[in-house]
């Protein structure tokens, strides 16, 4: 089985992960936070602005391995705080408002300044 990286400077990079890996049919993207990918920093203190980069993090690396949102079959979600979750849903929701992909979450298990979320995601190709 081959497995191709995808990789675009129009997301945040890291020397440590893959933005994600092209294989079996599927694309793995890596967790997104809420980094602008052009100034490097988080987009704001809401966990709803953090989501909404995430999510754009997210489809920008899917178009750039010719996939999209719509093609997404399951994700990963994790906060920092549990009470921000309703916050976080109300954004997710805008994203997929029908046919949303299968989905779970779990408790951030590290403390980075400022992060709130973090999304992965799994697409057809």
Known sequence: MTRDLIKTNAAPTSPFYSQAVRAAGLIFVSGQVGQDPTTGKLVGPSVREQTRQCLVNIRTILEAAGSSMEKIVSTTFILRNPED???????????FPEDPPARQGASLPVEVEGLLVSIAAIALT
């Not at 979750?85 to 994203?95: G, H, L, Q, R, T």
């Open 85 to 95: 979750f309703a916050d976080m849903n109300a954004e997710w929701e805008s994203w």
